[in-house]
């Protein structure tokens, strides 16, 4: 076989927005070679649920009052314009369209869905054959029938083929790719055109530390997803692609329980007491359902740790009434399964999960991150919060359960006093689902040099080249990531095939 591969386009990553470029390139009639260092497309994207989108039919269907102006602003206003507006417009003007395009290859949607209360009706929740109720995984259904699109249009997907190194010419038109397959010979592809969609550097904690100040493990308990660990990004910025700061898709969990032991995750991500390791209150905990503006501010405590407390009276309460807050994906409405959960959390024993709990290091399953105490001294002694600190924090706490929260105005029915007996605290890190751009790109998705000249024939998409959000994911715009993704993939593979036939390369 020969070591020279040739096609209009190589696309490097074949997850959620790799195999959408595909099969917009092929659909214009290019040749398109794929290359996936893994075994499956879609990537981290088969684990989600949905894509963000405005002025869909099912928005219309549902009258949800949102247009893709008041998207535009929002997120435009949410980043204090420091992203760009070109690409913020054509990614939310073809959002909708994107929709239909999915739906021709087979593909349901449930409806349009809130993520959080405040949130707006903007995620678009993938059908589950057989099911009619939102289901972890469902996404994979999308990037199934994605993947059997590219391959109907001949796109040639080379699996375990790990790319190495983009070419290019003396005058700076791109050529092709190296890449290293499964047999461990290193080949040359040729292209007229390569896009990179390669997921960030999630998987990699000396990027992390070095580019985000992060310590991967102590205090920053992130999604790894494997395999994802910024090969994409170096080889970008070795061609000469100019460089975004990156971010972290910043949240908040409990270590080894988040996704795991889901009642006791839910139960104390509630609106409940949250202090640091000083014994203070730094949040209005009503915004514990926007995991993004919690993540925020716990990242600003001391070693980024903050902890949730309630007490045996909080939990009574929940049993009667069911939880205040109630997300989709894991839909947990009461504290049945708490005691049986807690007692095997306590033992140390597995329980049944599924979704991103696969995604949970293997150190974190064995941290202790949960306790169940009878006093407030041992709640102190086990977490290492300040004693008289917290006293004086419960003791105002409760004074404005009673009255009013003169420290950040939390509204009174999510007041809940802690009355003693037994103690359940439970202590939360910063998180996120992975890196967030690092390469310049502009609104056809086409790589940027330092000074912000186009590559020729260099595209990027997805996260390695989502800045979209400034400094912090827009969870307001829920499915925002996975559509970002799928879009730009879009945008990316027609724009490659316009470059091919346009003036400046010809």
Aim: hydrophobic share 35%; charged share 25%; aromatic share 10%.
């Amino acid at each position: 076989m020969s070591n020279v591969l040739e096609a209009d386009v190589i696309i490097i990553g074949g997850g959620a927005s790799g195999i959408t470029a595909a099969v917009a390139a092929a659909e214009k009639d290019a040749s398109v070679i794929l290359l996936e260092k893994g075994s499956t497309t879609g990537g981290a994207a088969n684990m989600g649920m949905g894509i963000f989108a405005v002025e869909s039919k099912y928005q219309k269907a549902q009258l949800v009052d949102f247009t893709k102006e008041d998207a535009f602003n929002l997120l435009m206003n949410y980043t204090h314009w420091r992203v760009d507006a070109r690409l913020v417009r054509k990614y939310i003007e073809q959002s909708s369209d994107t929709i239909d395009w999915i739906e021709t290859m087979g593909v349901e949607f449930l409806g349009a869905y809130k993520y959080f209360e405040k949130s707006t009706q903007t995620w678009h929740v993938v059908k589950t054959q057989g099911s009619n109720a939102p289901a972890e995984r469902a996404a994979s259904n999308m990037f199934r029938a994605l993947t059997e699109r590219a391959e109907e249009l001949g796109v040639e997907i080379m699996y375990n083929t790990k790319a190495t190194q983009i070419l290019k010419d003396d005058d700076g038109f791109v050529t092709g790719v190296e890449l290293v397959g499964e047999d461990g010979v290193t080949k040359t592809a040729e292209c007229n055109a390569v896009i990179v969609a390669t997921g960030g550097f999630g998987d990699n904690p000396k990027m992390i530390r070095e580019m985000l100040g992060y310590e991967w493990g102590s205090d920053l308990h992130s999604f790894r997803i494997p395999g994802v660990q910024g090969e994409g990004l170096n080889m970008l910025w070795e061609v000469g692609a100019g460089k975004t700061e990156p971010t972290m898709e910043l949240t908040f969990t409990t270590p080894g329980v988040t996704d795991v032991f889901k009642t006791i995750s839910e139960t104390m991500r509630q609106p409940n007491l949250m202090v640091n390791l000083d014994g203070h209150r730094f949040i209005n905990e009503e915004i514990m359902n926007n995991t993004v503006y919690t993540g925020n501010a716990i990242s600003l405590q001391r070693e980024k740790a903050a902890f949730t407390i309630i007490d045996d009276s909080i939990l009574e309460t929940y049993r009667k009434t069911g939880l205040d807050y109630v997300t989709v994906h894991h839909n947990v409405k009461t504290v049945e399964k708490w005691d049986k959960e807690l007692e095997s959390y306590l033992k140390g024993e597995g329980i049944e999960a599924g979704g991103l709990s696969e995604l949970h290091n293997k150190d974190q399953k064995h941290q202790r991150h949960v306790f169940a105490v009878d006093s407030l001294d041992e709640l102190c002694e086990v977490t290492g919060i300040h004693l008289e600190n917290l006293q004086q924090t419960i003791e105002d706490y409760n004074k404005g359960c009673a009255e009013s929260d003169d420290m950040f105005f939390k509204k009174h029915k999510y007041m809940k006093p802690l009355k003693g007996g037994k103690y359940y605290v439970a202590r939360h890190y910063p998180a996120g689902y992975g890196s967030l751009g690092g390469v310049k790109t502009n609104d056809n998705m086409e790589v940027l040099d330092a000074k912000g000249i186009k590559i020729p024939g260099l595209y990027a998409s997805g996260t390695d080249a989502c800045n979209i959000y400034g400094d912090s994911y827009c969870f307001f715009l829920p499915g925002n990531t996975m559509s970002f993704a799928v879009n730009s993939g879009r945008i990316a593979g027609y724009s490659a095939v316009d470059f091919m036939d346009s003036d400046e390369f010809n």
